[in-house]
């Protein structure tokens, strides 16, 4: 950790742009495994997992390994697809729902739609696979990591159980139902809070701010700071999302307008050593039309206007939903709808 001590910690969200930004030094390291402990019935490894990043301006940090892609535009056909929705409890023919009847939910996101939808991230993750790979190597090599006889995991999921490579890699994302992260969580931002949330892209959230002009003047603008929970219905009532219905809410082909997963830090099971992804946060926009009283049951998306508004509405980039984040202001260039 010595080459990183001058370097600030942030316990921001990693984007896209950075990963790509940092990667591109072939020399660069980006993962340090540190902290070794063992925990539970078969003594599973625990190294704490730190990345070095850099962004596209050139500034450097060490980051928990937390990711964010969001969507631009408000066509949800643009948007990244789920590849691989969440299985169906108890249904066998799902080979992800193991027989003892445990449910252990997970969605997947193919390389090849991430390549499509996000200006070719799949292909920056496989080079965040390889050096992953490459760093567990040197570490066990060092005496860093005590590998034994477990083999490492990839960063996505590129080959069967007979051993071929199937055809659509993919980023597998667990989720924990009714789970919140403990208090003692090293990412204190969201220690003691739910572990996964599903946000409804057709209900944005709006508060009103208020911000200088160059002139020196205020006005009031609206800007939008999140989403609503999305919410399910069952005969025109509302119903939690459950471990029952979480199939019919995360869908093969349901659009992704925000997304955040966390890795859990390399892990080392009895025969394995992996670093498991975490589905954090999805905001979506369903098949199915939202139903509700207030607008046509054909009004899919909301645009976020109250035609009684006069306020201005400014969308803030590059928003997430963990506690802390700061909204981003619009633009200095919008005029001003009222000043004070």
């Known amino acids: 950790m010595k080459a990183f001590k001058n370097i600030p910690f942030m316990n921001t969200l990693i984007t896209p742009e950075e990963l790509k930004t940092t990667l591109a030094n072939p020399e660069q390291q980006v993962f340090y495994f540190s902290d070794f402990r063992k925990a539970g019935a078969y003594d599973t490894l625990y190294y704490k997992t730190v990345l070095f990043i850099e962004d596209p301006e050139g ?33 066998l023919n799902d080979k992800r729902n193991p027989k003892d009847g445990k449910y252990n939910p997970s969605i997947s996101i193919g390389l090849s739609d991430l390549n499509t939808y996000c200006n070719g991230f799949g292909e920056t993750w496989v080079e965040f696979n390889k050096r992953w790979v490459e760093q567990f190597n040197k570490d066990c090599d060092s005496g ?66 208020s911000k200088k002009t160059r002139s ?22 509302p119903v939690p999302i459950t471990s029952d219905n979480l199939h019919i809410v995360l869908k093969d082909g349901t659009r992704i307008k925000q997304i955040t997963w966390i890795g859990n ?69 919008d005029e001003p709808l009222s000043d004070e």
Not at 75 to 82: E, F, K, Q, R, S
Not at 170 to 197: N, S, V, Y
Not at 216 to 237: A, C, F, M, S, W
């Open 265 to 333: 830090g390399l892990t080392g099971a009895q025969h394995t050593f992996s670093m498991p992804m975490i589905l954090h946060e999805i905001v979506i926009f369903p098949f199915i039309p939202k139903l509700t009283t207030k607008k046509k049951d054909d009004d899919l998306i909301s645009d976020g206007e109250d035609e009684d508004e006069e306020l201005e509405e400014t969308q803030s980039p590059n928003r997430i939903n963990i506690p802390g984040d700061a909204n981003t202001s619009p633009d200095d260039e």
């Open 144 to 209: 860093t990591i005590k590998k034994g006889s477990r083999n490492l995991k990839d960063l996505y999921y590129h080959i069967s159980p007979d051993g071929e490579e199937i055809p659509n890699p993919m980023i597998t994302l667990k989720i924990f139902l009714d789970q919140k992260h403990p208090d003692g969580c090293p990412i204190r931002e969201i220690a003691g809070k739910p572990k996964f949330t599903v946000l409804d892209a057709r209900s944005p959230i709006y508060e009103v701010q």
């Open 216 to 237: 020196g003047k205020t006005r009031k603008v609206k800007v939008q700071t999140g989403y609503e929970p999305y919410i399910l219905y069952d005969n025109g009532k």
């Open 59 to 91: 500034d450097k940090s060490m980051r928990m390994p937390m990711f964010h892609i969001e969507m631009t535009g408000d066509n949800p056909a643009t948007w990244l697809p789920i590849t691989r929705g969440a299985p169906e409890k108890g249904n």
